[in-house]
């Protein structure tokens, strides 16, 4: 059979695992197995199991995974997450919308340690819902303000999906972190914006509530040092070259551990939650990566990317719009898959193509880290746009009386800030590259 059949074969089968709701996981690894055996034998199949894990679980680039996601349930299980939001809304609580503003911005806070746009959503939902839902703020904006806070989770550094797109494509995951910073904070303007705009429009969505005396404003803020302080010894670190990502990550896990210990709420029984949930967590990426690996090796074999690639170049039409199809292509992705499987299903088929356009004149290596933070906004829009956001999801499991419609409707206006932030970035390159090329090119 041809093997370009055979690719296609792979993807419906795979995605019609996916509609019988198998793991993504499995859904990826036995249509490329069987793909693999199809277009091989036996031996070269089972050598390519035998040599594949190991070749995957040894890469000591992917050990950041593991330390960041620690790093963040060290944060929750002791207690920083509830500072960071009683720190934001001491100051901006008492305006409209302002518990609402203090969501996002304790999610962006929180996302300084986390790496992860799910268990951003998650933690910080368990903490700032219940004190939305007191004061009287509507179901809609609460949970959406929250799902899309979530997504900063991923776009404010550290970032487990930009480690995984560095790897993929090698490039310098402390440039990459560095190109996400300054979209991460047009993000989460942009969202404040909203709920400032949405809160003016109408404001029976949410009561202010009472000013806090500035003494003690100043006070909540003690419980938040340790985030900055964590994240300048671990950012300053790495972009100062004092070492690398993953040494970097080593160190803000201890730091958040030590911070934890000193806040008094982390005992035994946290700290056991907090490994078992990173052994959790990192299971479930490394199956993805698994997964993924013999779906893509399948790929390979039928020539795919290459011809894929080829294509893409030959096209008479302009490389923007290429690139533009392609976020098109990732939104839709996303209504079924999450953020680290779509990567690593399609970035080893889709980088080589991008690669091979001229795009602003850039470098190679400027054009790999910005087409890296599009493709993240990008996974970030998914992450809430209907039907399947992940993060809608998941505040929805929590916030379990706000109906599910009601929070994809609020939603809207803060995925319109998205789309023109994506927009923006693919317009105007240099507000991911500057700070690269300040910190790593000099003037």
Known sequence: MDPLWIGLGMFAGMLALMALRVPIAAAMFIPGALGYWAMTNDQALLNQLKGAAVARLTVYDLSVIPLFLLMGQFATQGGLSRALFQAAAAFVGHIRGGLAMAAVLSAAAFGAVCGSSVATSATITQVAYPEMKAHGYSGRLSTAALASGGTLGILIPPSVPLVVYAILTEQNIAKLFAAALVPGLLATVGYLLVIGAVCRWRPSLAT???????????????????????????????????????????????????????????????????????????????????????????????????????????????????????????????????????????????????????????????????????????????????????????????????????????????????????????????????LVRALYQGP
Request: with cysteine.
């Open 208 to 434: 202010p509530s009472q000013p806090m005396p500035w003494p003690q404003r100043w006070r909540t803020l003690i419980g938040v040092w340790p985030i900055v302080v964590i994240f300048v010894i671990v950012f300053g670190g790495i972009y100062g070259g004092m070492f690398s990502p993953t040494e970097g990550a080593a160190v803000g896990a201890l730091g958040t551990f030590i911070a934890a210990l000193a806040r008094g709420e982390l005992d035994r029984a946290g700290i056991a939650r907090s490994f078992l949930g990173t052994a959790e967590t990192s299971a479930m990426v490394f199956m993805i990566f698994l997964g993924a690996d013999m779906m893509n090796a399948s790929l390979a074999l039928t020539a795919m990317p290459r011809l894929l690639a080829d294509w893409v170049t030959h096209l008479q039409v302009a490389p923007l719009l290429i690139v533009g199809l392609v976020m098109v292509f990732y939104v839709v992705l996303g209504c079924v898959m999450d953020e680290l499987s779509m990567m690593l299903l399609t970035i080893p088929v889709l980088f080589p193509a991008i690669m091979g356009l001229d795009l602003w004149g850039l470098s190679p290596e400027m054009k790999a880290i910005w087409f890296g933070i599009l493709v993240l906004m990008t996974v970030g829009i998914g992450m809430t746009a209907p039907p399947v956001g992940l993060n809608v999801y998941v505040v929805n499991s929590i916030a379990k009386e706000v109906p599910m419609a009601e929070t994809y409707r609020g939603v809207m206006p803060f995925l319109a800030t998205d789309v023109i932030r994506t927009i923006a970035m693919l317009f105007f390159p240099t507000l991911c590259l500057g």
